[in-house]
Nanobody
Framework: VQLQASGGGLVQAGGSLRLSCAAS????????MGWFRQAPGKEREFVAR???????YHADSVKGRFTISRENAKNTAYLQMNSLKPEDTAVYYC??????????????WGQGTLVTVSS
């Protein structure tokens, strides 16, 4: 599976962005899809994950503001980010793997897309 993340950019605090993760390969629907982020000088942090059937789990830090979703027919996962805060600034990565918040449980990674939130 090859993953291509897009949709990052510069946004003011309180604004919204939607990230997309396009996957190649015929087995997209069999994978858990996850979003992680990494701020400068920090470790990669779990954001959200979603099963093939739409069951989701979001980190407490983004719960109520971010929503992960997927369209299996389009081989695409999304991360809708609302009410963005400066502390959300990071490179965001999509990944495919197992039902976990541990990045080591994900086998495939996109290249990352930068989200910058200005105050």
């Amino acid at each position: 599976v090859q993953l291509q993340a897009s949709g990052g950019g510069l946004v003011q605090a309180g604004g919204s962005l939607r990230l997309s993760c396009a996957a190649s390969g015929r087995t997209f629907s069999s994978y858990i899809m996850g979003w992680f982020r990494q701020a400068p000088g920090k470790e990669r942090e779990f954001v959200a994950r979603i099963r093939w059937n739409g069951i989701t789990y979001h980190a407490d830090s983004v719960k109520g503001r971010f929503t992960i979703s997927r369209e299996n027919a389009k081989n695409t996962a999304y991360l809708q980010m609302n009410s963005l805060k400066p502390e959300d600034t990071a490179v965001y990565y999509c990944a495919a793997g197992r039902w976990s918040a541990d990045p080591n449980e994900y086998d495939y990674w996109g290249q990352g897309t930068l989200v910058t939130v200005s105050s």
